[in-house]
């Protein structure tokens, strides 16, 4: 079976540092692009980050970007988010998500997290953000 497990989130004060890993079962991971997303209460679910298969080349969100750093380990079979200067706003439930599909990584913010383009989803976690 084909999994995504996550681990990592919680409870952090505004400041803070954060890690979230996502790490595959059932396959290897390093064919695979890997985004992250988030989804906050009442809103829709939007992209933070995407990392290529091939070049590992990544991307962020404007919000995020400087404060989070996407990267992958393929001997692990992980990819991880690391997470910085948070802010109460960064209260999400988090996914990781992977395709094999080849993603416009480099190419405009949203290229790389089409929904439509994941066929594996992490169970999600929840990372609150507050004093």
């Known amino acids: 079976q084909l999994q995504l497990v996550e681990s990592g989130g919680g409870l952090v004060q505004p400041g803070g540092s954060l890690s979230l890993s996502c790490a595959a079962s059932?396959?290897?991971?390093?064919?695979?692009?890997i985004a992250w997303f988030r989804q906050a209460p009442g809103k829709e679910r939007e992209g933070v980050s995407c990392?290529?298969?091939?070049?590992?080349?990544?991307n962020y969100a404007d919000s995020v970007k400087g404060r989070f750093t996407i990267s992958r380990d393929n001997t692990e079979n992980t990819v991880y988010l690391q997470m910085y200067s948070l802010k109460p706003e960064d209260t999400a439930v988090y996914y990781c998500?992977?395709?094999?599909?080849?993603?416009?990584?480099?190419?405009?913010?949203?290229?790389?997290?089409?929904?439509?383009?994941?066929?594996?989803w992490g169970q999600g976690l929840q990372v609150t953000v507050s004093s």
């Open positions: 990392i290529s298969s091939s070049s590992g080349r990544t």
């Open positions: 998500a992977a395709t094999r599909k080849l993603l416009m990584v480099a190419g405009p913010w949203g290229s790389c997290t089409k929904e439509g383009d994941f066929n594996l």
């Open positions: 059932g396959f290897t991971l390093d064919l695979y692009s």
